[in-house]
């Protein structure tokens, strides 16, 4: 596996390569490595980025606090079978000589509901920079994981805005046993708080179960008061949504999908379940 910390090395290793390309903000957890593995399986040559991207952080005590161990993450991708490990700094992300105006979108109504309207700023951020990383990897597949369902459908609006020949893999959410599902933060959870955490996967699962047989707004209700009950959950929204248009599910709506984000102290979980095909 090589390890490139420049624009050149990874222009000079990915020339004529079919490029699979998965890009991260490191603390590697099985989720990654199951979209490395993805890549590996299609027979792609596989890109991993880990860069902690500064403008999609709309909270500077998450960006300080996001975990970084890149001697574990080089470690847990040499035996995933990734080809090429991309490590920059934010000089290399961020060049003054590029236009600023080329990497600023406007990806519309989802980019302000739910994690967008949570975290002002945070689309644009990772528009910005995986538009960049695009552009430095050039792929021609890339890889993300269904947890950040939301965060999904804006690189593929981001893909389709620009034109860009390139396939968006969307793969589904790896979870531990209890139905947790895998992510970076979860490394800062107290071994109570991630007993705790679960209520997120079973809220989802009980809303599965009883969609049809409540109205939406009962069961986010339930859920709701779920969380109400232990004050160390700040619950931020519970919905049922239309996953196409990120507008609350109407009757007839297709492709529903159950959407939640909470804090569990000063940690902020999302997760997502599919309730209709
Ligand atoms: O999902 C992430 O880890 C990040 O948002 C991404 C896509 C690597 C952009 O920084």
């Known amino acids: 596996m090589k390890i490139a910390k420049t624009r050149k090395e990874v222009i000079d ?11 991260t903000m490191g603390a590697l957890h099985d989720g990654h490595l199951h979209l490395v593995r993805t890549s590996k399986e299609r ?48 000089d290399e992300v961020y060049r003054s000589t590029d236009d600023p105006n080329k990497y600023k979108h406007d ?7 739910y994690e967008g ?3 002002p700023g945070h689309f644009e951020g990772v528009g910005r920079v995986v538009h960049i990383l695009f552009d430095i990897v050039k792929p021609n597949v890339a890889f993300f994981g269904e947890k950040d369902f939301q965060q999904l459908a804006v690189i593929r609006a981001l893909v389709s805005l620009c034109k860009m020949e390139m396939e968006i893999v969307g793969v589904p959410t790896v979870r531990e046993k209890s139905g947790l599902a895998m992510s970076s933060r979860n490394e800062r959870l107290s071994p109570t708080q991630r007993d705790k955490a679960v209520l997120i996967f079973n809220s989802l699962s009980w809303a599965k ?14 859920v709701a008061k779920r969380f109400e009950a232990d004050l160390e959950w700040n619950l931020e929204y519970i919905d049922l949504i239309d996953g196409d248009t990120f507008e609350s599910a109407q009757d007839g709506s297709m492709n529903i999908r159950a959407v939640i984000a909470a804090k569990l102290g000063e940690i902020r979980l999302i997760d997502n379940m599919k309730i209709t095909a």
């Open 43 to 90: 027979g792609l040559f596989t890109v991993v980025s880990i860069f902690v991207n500064p403008t999609q952080f709309n909270d500077a005590n998450d960006f300080e606090k996001y975990p970084v161990n890149h001697h574990r993450d080089i470690e847990a991708l040499l035996s995933s079978g990734c080809d090429l490990v991309f490590i920059p700094s934010v």
């Open 117 to 119: 309207a949570q975290r």
């Open 209 to 222: 179960s009883q969609f049809g047989k409540m109205s939406n707004s009962e069961i986010c209700h339930e």
């Open 107 to 113: 990806f519309g109504a989802i980019e302000r509901v």
């Open 13 to 23: 290793w990915t020339t004529n390569q079919v490029v699979g390309f998965v890009p």
